[in-house]
Each structure stands twice: as structure tokens, then as C-alpha cells.
């Protein structure tokens, strides 16, 4: 590559006679070079082949492109020995992008929205913790899977509306002040024991009430009061 100065050639001298070396070096030092990326050396810092000549170099902080083994990227610095990756120009592979920082990163808009599309998967991931923080949280979606292996929700209010709610597991335990269950058609089967403790019990039925097991045992401190138009024993 032929060499581009980036200072004017002293007055009565033209820019055709003043030496010129090759990759981007002018007489002065100064750098401008295009270059492929060949290596990735340890401490951040990057070999790149201009035209023949191997150039070592760090990348900017406002190339945050990271760039990848074969890219073509532009090279530029005071001299040879203080080189600046600055952009990528041209990636060997355009699928696969990554934009990289070192330190914290933080997308503001003063202003406006800020908002992230994606035309096939979008992940989040966070090293030690993901945080989500609004006044209103929105999640539309056609299916969810939901894996977690504890979780803590506080809140005022849940609602809930569903066709069906299926809740398997080990041990289920409810601590309230007032439950209220209206359904048409109820159902509950215990394998062991099924035992109520209330101050008390008031049962109603519109049609019919049974009572039954192998042996039934019906006990009061004080008294038991059976009262029907027809009463059968035996």
C-alpha cells in the first residue's frame, strides 16, 4: 500500500517529492493503513498484515467491534511504535458480531426509547445476577418456560387467570387469614390421613349428605342431636 501523509509537505515542496515508505509510514511516522487481522496477541493487542508488513497494535476504545482473525480493519497512530486499531472495515464473517468493552457499559437514551430487536433468539445473560427495574413490566409471549430453583415474589396482589392450572409437587403449604373456594364440581383423594381442625365445622348439603367408612365414630362432650322427619338405624 502506498504511504498517505496526514501533514502537509513544508512550503515550495510538493506532496510528489517528499519520501514516502510503504504500509501507511510516511517520512514523518505518521500511520494510516489498511490491514488484515492475523492474530490476536496476549494483552489486547492485535497483529495486522499491511501489504506485507506486520503491524502491532491496540484497539481503540471507540472500535467497540471487536474484531476477529481475517478482518480488514484500519490501522492508524503518531508512528510505528504508538499504532490504534480504530474500526473495522470489512468482517470475514458478517453472521458472527460482538461488541466488546472492558469495563462497565452502560445504553442511555436521555430522551427517548430504547429498544432491542432481534430476528431470531435474544438472550440476556448475567454473570452473577440479572436485574429488571420499572413501573411496569410487560411480557407477551406465545409460550414460557420458567426454570428456576428459588423463588422469593412479594407483592399486594395476584391475579390469575387461566384455563387450567396444574401444580405438582412435594409438600404445598398455604398460611392465610381468609380462603374462599367456589367451584362447580370439587374433588380431593388422600392416600393417609385428611385431618381438620376448626373452632367450627358447619356442613350443608342441598341434596344429600353421606357419611361413610369401615368404622365411623361419632363422639361430643356435651351433646349429639340427631333431628329428621325419618330416622333408620340398622
Known amino acids: 500500500m502506498n504511504a498517505t501523509s496526514l501533514r502537509s509537505p513544508p512550503t515550495g515542496q510538493s506532496g510528489s517529492s517528499a519520501p514516502r515508505t ?27 498484515d499491511s501489504d506485507g508488513r506486520l503491524l502491532r497494535c491496540q ?14 480493519v484500519l490501522v492508524s ?21 460482538r461488541l466488546d468493552v472492558n469495563g462497565d457499559l ?15 433468539e435474544l438472550s440476556l445473560k448475567g454473570g452473577t445476577s440479572l436485574r ?10 406465545a409460550a414460557a418456560d420458567c426454570s428456576v430453583s428459588q423463588l422469593a415474589y412479594r407483592g399486594e ?12 409437587g412435594r409438600v404445598y403449604e398455604a398460611i392465610v387469614d381468609r380462603l374462599v373456594h367456589l367451584s362447580k364440581t370439587a374433588f380431593r383423594m ?3 390421613i385428611d385431618q381438620v381442625r376448626a373452632g367450627h365445622i358447619d356442613y350443608h348439603a342441598e341434596e344429600m349428605a353421606r357419611l361413610h367408612g369401615k368404622n365411623t365414630v361419632v363422639t361430643a362432650q356435651d351433646l349429639i342431636k340427631t333431628d329428621a322427619s325419618q330416622i333408620h338405624m340398622g
Open 157 to 168: 396482589e395476584v391475579q390469575v387467570t387461566a384455563l387450567g392450572i396444574r401444580v405438582i
Open 106 to 120: 452502560t445504553l442511555a437514551s436521555e430522551r427517548g426509547s430504547v429498544r432491542v430487536e432481534s430476528a431470531a
Open 190 to 192: 388422600t392416600d393417609g
Open 22 to 48: 510503504g504500509t501507511g509510514a510516511s517520512a514523518e511516522g505518521v500511520v494510516n493503513a489498511l490491514g488484515t487481522v492475523t492474530s490476536v496477541l496476549p494483552g489486547g493487542l492485535y497483529s495486522v
Open 132 to 141: 429488571m427495574a420499572s413501573e411496569k413490566l410487560e411480557i407477551d409471549a
Open 59 to 72: 484497539r481503540a476504545a471507540s472500535c467497540l467491534l471487536r474484531p476477529e482473525i481475517g478482518d480488514l
Open 77 to 97: 497512530g503518531p508512528d510505528a511504535n504508538r499504532l490504534y486499531l480504530t474500526a473495522v472495515a470489512e468482517q470475514a464473517d458478517a453472521n458472527t458480531s
